[in-house]
């Protein structure tokens, strides 16, 4: 049994009823944190957010110190000769593809996730625009990453991104998590009933 699998049977045998956070914090939408302009660097270069700061997309932002983006993989030499072009130095690669691009004036670092998941393409096609109007990943492909890393704060993220779907929505999502993470179903069936558990189930 996976770790993560094992905590959530732990949390939905101990979850009550209405303790998630109020639906007044929740329907914040803010973009506090900076972000350097990653279009003028990438240019043509698709690119969305993901991790943290993504999630400002459908949920209140929280506190990262990083800044994590997703791009193809066929993109990975030009983006890094655009960070380098730009003034940053290049380390890595990340264990999971990719590179970080570290500011010359000390802000935050840019983790670079490069992917050939056969999903990107859509996803690249069609973010969703977060409060500052950067592409954030969709929904559905935010909540996978989240689900496949499966930390405690990533599946406290995919509550929230379940918080107020609609039935047709959730059903699109598993159709998603089944075709692509066939093994997470039963952790994604377990998040959807503790997100309405603690934020209300959909009406």
């Given at each position: 049994?996976?770790?993560?699998?094992?905590?959530?049977?732990?949390?939905?045998?101990?979850?009550?009823?209405?303790?998630?956070?109020?639906?007044?914090?929740?329907?914040?939408?803010?973009?506090?944190?900076?972000?350097?302009?990653?279009?003028?660097?990438?240019?043509?270069?698709?690119?969305?957010?993901?991790?943290?700061?993504?999630?400002?997309?459908?949920?209140?932002?929280?506190?990262?110190?990083?800044?994590?983006?997703?791009?193809?993989?066929?993109?990975?030499?030009?983006?890094?000769?655009a960070f380098q072009r730009a003034g940053y130095m290049i380390t890595g690669p990340l264990t999971i593809g990719g590179f970080t691009a570290h500011p010359a004036d000390g802000s935050a670092l840019i983790d670079v996730l490069a992917s050939s998941a056969p999903w990107l393409a859509e996803a690249l096609a069609a973010p969703t625009p977060d409060p500052a109007g950067l592409p954030a990943m969709p929904r559905p492909y935010l909540l996978l990453l989240k689900l496949q890393a499966g930390r405690t704060q990533d599946l406290a993220d995919v509550q929230r991104l379940l918080r107020g779907t609609s039935e047709a929505d959730r059903a699109a999502m598993r159709v998603i998590v089944v075709q692509y993470a066939a093994d997470l179903v039963e952790d994604y069936d377990a998040l959807v009933m503790l997100a309405d558990l603690e934020f209300g189930a959909v009406n």
């Open positions: 049994m996976r770790p993560a699998t094992a905590f959530l049977q732990i949390a939905l045998r101990r979850a009550a009823r209405g303790t998630g956070s109020s639906a007044v914090f929740l329907d914040r939408r803010t973009a506090m944190i900076p972000t350097p302009d990653l279009g003028a660097i990438l240019g043509s270069t698709p690119w969305v957010l993901i991790g943290g700061l993504a999630l400002r997309a459908y949920a209140p932002e929280r506190m990262t110190l990083d800044v994590d983006i997703m791009i193809h993989a066929d993109d990975e030499a030009s983006a890094k000769a």
